[in-house]
């Protein structure tokens, strides 16, 4: 029988015993189990000693740094421990996608909208047509204005569909603002 001197607790175990149950215990707390899935249960400590339960049960002073172990520390261990911070995470960046996504649906509209504006709300016109109506004192709104396609001075780079999405967001805002950019070839 030993009896451990901190906490005046006597093992009804032998010393080799006790000495395996306390090292399997220090393997568990480390998160590097030899035989074990690592879980800090009492089945796993004696599985990881090699003792039967029965002989776990008594070892009294190595079942009380158990419990204090696990009073102070909790049941997690230092793998579980990684794991629930990584799942946290990943919980914190799922919930803002929903509202990045809603703002990219909302900027998405919003070009769908601008692009597919009647002309009347976002009337196009030609410096030459703007010239001679303004030389000639012509009313503006009463000549139908020529629509000329807007020329892209380089390919663009492939790109994203969040990507697409701020492009068109942006022409969208272009058109509604500076609607005679168009014709100055963007």
Not at 4 to 14: A, P, R, T, W
Not at 35 to 48: A, C, F, P, V, W
Not at 98 to 122: G, M, S, V
Not at 170 to 182: K, N
């Amino acid at each position: 029988m030993t009896v451990h001197s901190d906490s005046g607790l006597e093992d009804q175990v032998s010393p080799k015993t006790a000495a395996s149950l306390r090292a399997a215990m220090t393997r568990l707390f480390e998160g590097r189990p030899q035989r074990t899935d690592g879980r800090l249960t009492k089945e796993n400590l004696y599985k990881e000693a090699q003792a039967s339960r029965a002989t776990m049960n008594r070892a009294h002073a190595v079942l009380a740094e158990w419990d204090a172990h696990l009073a102070a520390h909790g049941r997690v261990t230092p793998g579980e421990a990684k794991r629930d911070t990584a799942i946290a995470d990943l919980k914190k960046r799922l919930t803002a996608k929903p509202q990045e996504c809603t703002l990219l649906e909302n900027k998405l509209k919003a070009a769908h909208t601008a692009i597919a504006a009647p002309e009347e709300l976002f009337p196009r016109r030609s410096r030459r047509t703007e010239h001679a109506s303004h030389s000639s004192g012509e009313n503006q709104l009463a000549r139908p204005t020529h629509r000329q396609p807007v020329r892209l001075r380089r390919a663009l780079p492939p790109t994203t569909g969040r990507r697409v999405a701020e492009m068109a967001f942006e022409v969208a805002q272009l058109l509604v603002h500076r609607p005679s950019m168009a014709d100055d070839g963007l």
